[in-house]
């Protein structure tokens, strides 16, 4: 490693180590901004909102700055908007991480029905995601999202943040897909725990509780109940679904790709199908 990047980590190293108060300094300093400055922003900042708390005293900003003091949030939104640093970076140098909020929010549910807002800080953010679907694949066919898509894009964070895209593959329920036919529609998506792929035995209380895989077959993909007897596996439907059971030798035929932990779906009647049912599967015996 040659000195200069050896001087960099060094640097950064620093950087990581300084208390809040310091990092704040930091900035300041490499504004130009002198305490005199912050406190005659800050006061127009007060005479603004008639609130003498968004005030930022000379001797109140050297003793956060030097000291391990937390400023109010009246006082920390006037550094947000002095600074030109966002609110959220200002917190999180304090240990306040307003991207776990979401988290917390998952699991620390209430007992009653209510509306909720979930946070999504930084939603100026973007990751890439699929904008364009591949036009040979068929919106029909059962398939995983990522064979079907043609092109990545950048959209806004805030509008996939609770997708878990490290961990997860996602899939989707083709319009001629009636297996679990009412329980999970055509046209839904669903989330699937690639770390889960072997058939479960246990006793479920309701058709809810039972275990949903989604599978690759020899010709698409499926997404069903299943049952393991030695080597044949079987694709179990709805009992409301006009499909018929199917078996396939396990590991040869079919395998399972993951289970489906989250289903994205549309709470509205399915397209009619023939009497006999949908197009493209047999009808059930």
């Given at each position: 490693m040659d000195p200069l990047s050896r001087s960099q980590v060094h640097c950064v190293c620093e950087v990581n180590q300084l208390r809040p108060g310091e990092r704040l300094k930091e900035i300041r300093m490499h504004l130009g901004i002198t305490t005199r400055d912050v406190t005659e922003k800050s006061t127009l900042i007060a005479q603004a909102e008639a609130n003498e708390e968004y005030c930022i005293s000379n001797a109140w900003l050297t003793q956060i700055e030097n000291t391990d003091a937390t400023p109010s949030i009246y006082k920390l939104y006037s550094i947000s908007t002095i600074y030109?640093?966002?609110?959220?970076?200002?917190?999180?140098?304090?240990?306040?991480?307003?991207?776990?909020?979401?988290?917390?929010?998952?699991?620390?549910?209430?007992?009653?029905?209510?509306?909720?807002?979930?946070?999504?800080?930084?939603?100026?953010?973007?990751?890439?995601?699929?904008?364009?679907?591949?036009?040979?694949?068929?919106?029909?066919?059962?398939?995983?999202?990522?064979?079907?898509?043609?092109?990545?894009?950048?959209?806004?964070?805030?509008?996939?943040?609770?997708?878990?895209?490290?961990?997860?593959?996602?899939?989707?329920?083709?319009?001629?897909?009636?297996?679990?036919?009412?329980?999970?529609?055509?046209?839904?998506?669903?989330?699937?725990?690639?770390?889960?792929?072997?058939?479960?035995?246990?006793?479920?209380?309701?058709?809810?509780?039972?275990?949903?895989?989604?599978?690759?077959?020899?010709?698409?993909?499926?997404?069903?109940?299943?049952?393991?007897?030695?080597?044949?596996?079987?694709?179990?439907?709805?009992?409301?679904?006009?499909?018929?059971?199917r078996h396939f030798t396990n590991g040869v035929d079919v395998e399972i790709i993951g289970q489906v932990t989250g289903v994205a779906m549309q709470l509205q009647q399915a397209p009619e199908g023939p009497a006999v049912g949908p197009p493209g599967l047999p009808p059930r015996s």
């Open positions: 030109h640093v966002k609110f959220g970076e200002l917190l999180s140098m304090f240990g306040v991480d307003l991207a776990k909020i979401s988290k917390h929010q998952m699991k620390l549910r209430l007992q009653k029905t209510h509306l909720t807002n979930i946070d999504a800080p930084e939603q100026d953010r973007t990751v890439t995601f699929p904008v364009r679907f591949d036009p040979g694949f068929s919106l029909s066919e059962t398939n995983l999202l990522s064979r079907m898509v043609e092109t990545w894009g950048e959209i806004p964070i805030s509008l996939i943040q609770h997708l878990d895209l490290r961990n997860c593959l996602y899939g989707y329920i083709g319009l001629r897909d009636y297996t679990l036919y009412p329980l999970l529609r055509p046209g839904s998506f669903v989330q699937i725990d690639q770390t889960s792929r072997k058939v479960q035995r246990f006793k479920w209380r309701t058709e809810f509780e039972r275990p949903i895989y989604f599978l690759e077959l020899r010709d698409g993909y499926a997404c069903s109940w299943c049952d393991l007897q030695g080597q044949m596996l079987t694709l179990l439907p709805h009992p409301l679904s006009p499909c018929s059971s």
